[in-house]
């Protein structure tokens, strides 16, 4: 995680190279992770192979994410599980997105989600969203309502009746706050607070039901974040994240609940001209676990 991901709105979900700390005129990218203890593909559960064996970006000219694909292993060979489409409309704005569940052709494919964006000048003021269900689908619409100083509620509905309700509001230099999250019932049940430097910068965020907080602790250098430790509503790390001196992760210290003792996973990178990372090797403990190869095309 870079410092830019800490700063991406909570109001677009459209995605640009920066979002993924790429430099330069990227074209696509594809990332494929070897398990090196069993010497086939896997998912890492860190930077592109998180949930997925393999992915593929691909970007237009004014750096829009426009396609991501998802890969996982079938029968010992890379497969696709699924695809989204981005579409952007003449004012470079997020228009609709429409993933597709392929599952390497294994099944039918269908429409697993789509999502239709709706503006007022450059203001989200309305997303509509379809997700197909095992038993039954399901379809939300949410509303964005803005005052002078920018984003003040989101309502989400499900099914033409109000599910819940998300107030946002600013502290004294105009950053993000506090975010309070109702049901219906006006029941609170999510927090989220921020503790910002005069940047606007979290230096601590609380999050969590309200008698359940978790909570971030994040420290930064001159340009990029340092490092970051959660800690459980209990008041326990659980987790160190600690970044170099271009805001690359260096290594993550993790409890591990089965064994009650903390791992150490450390990231090896090489970069290519335009400083884009192509090889990461990510050890557990001092042992090689993981390798994610990219190849990068650059529009010419």
Request: net charge neutral; charged share 25%.
């Amino acid at each position: 995680m870079w410092l830019c991901l800490l700063a991406v709105s909570p109001i677009f979900g459209q995605q640009r190279t920066a979002d993924f700390a790429l430099v330069g005129p990227v074209e696509n990218v594809q990332s494929v992770t070897i398990a090196l203890n069993v010497g086939k593909t896997a998912a890492s559960g860190f930077l592109d192979s998180q949930n997925f064996d393999s992915i593929y970006w691909q970007f237009d000219r004014q750096r829009n994410l426009i396609v991501q694909e998802n890969f996982l292993d079938y029968r010992g060979k890379l497969g696709i599980f699924d695809r989204t489409i981005y579409q952007i409309n003449p004012q470079n704005q997020l228009e609709k997105s429409e993933t597709t569940l392929i599952q390497n052709d294994e099944e039918p494919r269908k429409i697993a989600q789509r999502k239709t964006y709706y503006y007022l000048g450059n203001r989200l003021i309305r997303m509509d969203e379809f997700n197909a269900g095992r038993n039954a689908d399901q379809y939300w619409v949410t509303n964005s309502v803005y005052d002078a100083k920018g984003l003040k509620k989101k309502v989400f509905w499900m099914e033409d009746e109000i599910f819940s309700y998300t107030d946002f509001t600013l502290d004294h230099f105009q950053h993000p706050w506090q975010e309070l999250t109702y049901a219906n019932n006006e029941q609170l049940t999510h927090q989220k607070v921020y503790e910002n430097n005069r940047l606007g910068l979290p230096l601590r965020i609380r999050y969590g039901h309200p008698q359940k907080m978790n909570v971030e602790k994040l420290s930064y250098g001159t340009k990029y974040l340092v490092e970051k430790q959660v800690y459980d509503e209990a008041g326990v790390l659980i987790r160190t994240e600690q970044y170099g001196a271009q805001g690359q992760i260096e290594e993550i210290h993790q409890l591990n609940y089965n064994t009650r003792q903390t791992d150490v996973y450390r990231f090896e990178f090489q970069k290519d001209a335009m400083n884009n990372w192509i090889f990461c090797e990510i050890s557990k403990n001092g042992q090689p676990r993981y390798v994610i190869k990219r190849k990068i095309k650059y529009f010419k």
